[in-house]
T-cell receptor, first 117, second 110 residues
Framework: GAVVSQHPSWVICKSGTSVKIECRSLDFQATTMFWYRQFPKQSLMLMATSNEGSKATYEQGVEKDKFLINHASLTLSTLTVTSAHPEDSSFYIC?????????????FGEGSRLTVL | LAKTTQPISMDSYEGQEVNITCSHNNIATNDYITWYQQFPSQGPRFIIQGYKTKVTNEVASLFIPADRKSSTLSLPRVSLSDTAVYYCLVGTSNTGKLIFGQGTTLQVKP
């Protein structure tokens, strides 16, 4: 199956700093990528839809200035958590669908665990 | 997007067949039903997808009745490594945008 890779797998940062998480589709092109966050023992919550070459679409309640998303190429989307605070600590997961139509299968990254001190 | 309802948790023993049912009463005509598996601290992994009737692959079967208001994921002969959270998702095949429900935590015991 197709591979989606996230980097870093885990990151610890100080409160007030910004953290960037990368999501790459390694062997296919992805016009659309999705970013989720997941708190312990909870389900995944969709944060935003990342569209190559255009602005991301954010879900209701997600601050677009807090969570900056850039999808500059067909294989890379980045999520930047700006001015991170302890409440931003979470597991962030990206997913991607192949360019040319959604086949019904989304490919997920391994996830990135953010801890803000 | 159609909302899904699943049991929060299920227990089973090694070697047994496990059936997890998901309700999606408001499923739209062009919605597909997809099941994912998630282990702790990992991204979800695709298990199976269907539109109607029955679908079978090497790891599971998916049963969908004619009205499509529910679906059942069947895992044959589970092992300890099948302990995970299983998510049922319903969505259109156009965008890939899927909303996760609560999922079912399956605990397989020896």
């Amino acid at each position: 199956g197709a591979v989606v890779s996230q980097h870093p797998s885990w990151v610890i940062c100080k409160s007030g700093t910004s953290v960037k998480i990368e999501c790459r589709s390694l062997d296919f092109q992805a016009t659309t990528m999705f970013w989720y966050r997941q708190f312990p023992k909870q389900s995944l919550m969709l944060m935003a839809t990342s569209n190559e070459g255009s602005k991301a679409t954010y879900e209701q309640g997600v601050e677009k200035d807090k969570f900056l998303i850039n999808h500059a190429s067909l294989t890379l989307s980045t999520l930047t958590v700006t001015s991170a605070h302890p409440e931003d600590s979470s597991f962030y997961i990206c997913s991607a669908s192949r360019t040319g139509g959604f086949t019904g299968e989304l490919f997920f990254g391994e996830g990135s665990r953010l801890t803000v001190l | 997007l159609a909302k899904t309802t699943q049991p929060i948790s299920m227990d089973s023993y090694e070697g047994q067949e496990v059936n997890i049912t998901c309700s999606h009463n408001n499923i739209a005509t062009n919605d597909y039903i997809t099941w994912y598996q998630q282990f702790p601290s990992q991204g979800p992994r695709f298990i199976i997808q269907g539109y109607k009737t029955k679908v079978t692959n090497e790891v599971a079967s998916l049963f969908i009745p004619a009205d499509r208001k529910s679906s059942t994921l069947s895992l044959p002969r589970v092992s300890l490594s099948d302990t995970a959270v299983y998510y049922c998702l319903v969505g259109t095949s156009n965008t890939g945008k899927l909303i996760f429900g609560q999922g079912t935590t399956l605990q397989v015991k020896p």
